[in-house]
């Protein structure tokens, strides 16, 4: 992940050949069959093809090309179903050990269900504020991440400080140390849900920033898991 030439120097593929090849021929042929039936749908699938056809009469610096298609369509595969029963599972790990925890979220679903009559939709997820909050806790203790990665889209003097991050500079985010570090978390061992209260974000600068600057992924994961 953070060197991919050096699996290529060693020869080493980031993911298995034969898991590779499987999605790589269901994808296409997914494709394939829309394209010849005409079938539109609101998915990723569509947005892909849409990407492809519109680059078609581009140049070809600018062409998206089938390996960028279906690594895009991989990543969002591998984001929805791996990432999501691993933070699954660490949720309830947590939730099995802390029965007051588990019960309170318990007892918001119940409450919330009735509330809007047993229909379970959007609005629905965006009213358990408390299972927002065990959610939040959980990414934040198992990131699934151990380092974001971004590029400068400009440069940037970090405010207090004499250090100029200057426009296309790589940088590394270490998600792990953060959310483990003391001065942003207390007791960054244990899992406490209330760090995310909204009283506690408006005074817990690094807790508001997780939680309202999420990466695309974890926001992501968030909606998944709560669908879940």
């Not at 660490?90 to 009559?117: F, G, H, M, P, W």
């Not at 909050?133 to 974001?148: C, D, G, H, N």
Request: proline share 4%; with cysteine.
């Amino acid at each position: 992940m953070i060197s991919p030439a050096i699996l290529k120097i060693v020869r080493l593929p980031f993911f298995p050949n034969k898991t590779t090849a499987f999605f790589g021929s269901v994808f296409k042929e997914t494709m394939m069959y829309r394209e010849k039936n005409n079938v539109v749908r609101n998915d990723i699938v569509h947005a892909l093809i849409q990407a492809h056809q519109a680059n078609e009469n581009s140049s070809k610096d600018e062409i998206f090309t089938e390996s960028q298609i279906l690594s895009n369509a991989f990543g969002f595969f591998a984001a929805g179903f791996d990432t999501t029963s691993t933070s699954l599972s660490y949720c309830l790990y947590e939730l099995a050990l802390k029965k007051t925890i588990q019960d309170r979220v318990r007892d918001e679903i119940k409450l919330t269900k009735s509330k809007y009559n047993g229909v379970i939709d959007n609005d629905f997820l965006n009213d358990l504020n408390y299972l927002d909050m065990v959610i939040a806790e959980t990414l934040r203790k198992y990131p699934l991440l151990f380092a974001l990665f971004r590029v400068a889209t400009k440069t940037y003097r970090v405010p207090n400080d004499s250090l100029i991050i200057e426009k296309g500079q790589k940088i590394i985010i270490p998600t792990f140390s953060l959310h483990f570090d003391p001065r942003y978390f207390s007791d960054p061992e244990v899992f406490n849900p209330e760090r995310f209260s909204t009283k506690k974000r408006q005074c817990d600068l690094m807790a508001c920033i997780f939680h309202l600057a999420m990466d695309p992924g974890f926001v992501l994961e968030n909606v998944l898991l709560r669908w879940k």
